[in-house]
């Protein structure tokens, strides 16, 4: 495993802390054992983790972490996970303008 997800299995599960008891036990123990076995130790996560995702400063790796989580263990039906991805679908795209930007910034 890559440091940066060591960083990123770090920051997720400092990201647990701020959710609910019911929705960690619904993340497989295997899984979270992985998860558990491979955080940097050494990584610091500073960030507020009961502030809404969107407003959390975190690595790229981590908010796939969390969406992969969210995806296949926290939507309960298929019409919620039909919605959760057409959400990260317009959340790549506005990903991707925001680099093009960027890029056309730098020129």
Sequence with gaps: MTEQYKKACAEF???LKGIRQCDIDRIPNKLMDLIRRNADPEHKCDFDYTL????LQLMDETR????MICLNYWCRTNEEKQRFIEHLKKNELKYKLKQ????LEEY
Aim: overall charge positive.
């Design 13 to 15: 599960l400092h990201y």
């Design 52 to 55: 809404p995702l969107h407003d």
């Design 64 to 67: 796939g972490l969390i969406a």
């Design 100 to 103: 093009y930007r960027k890029m």
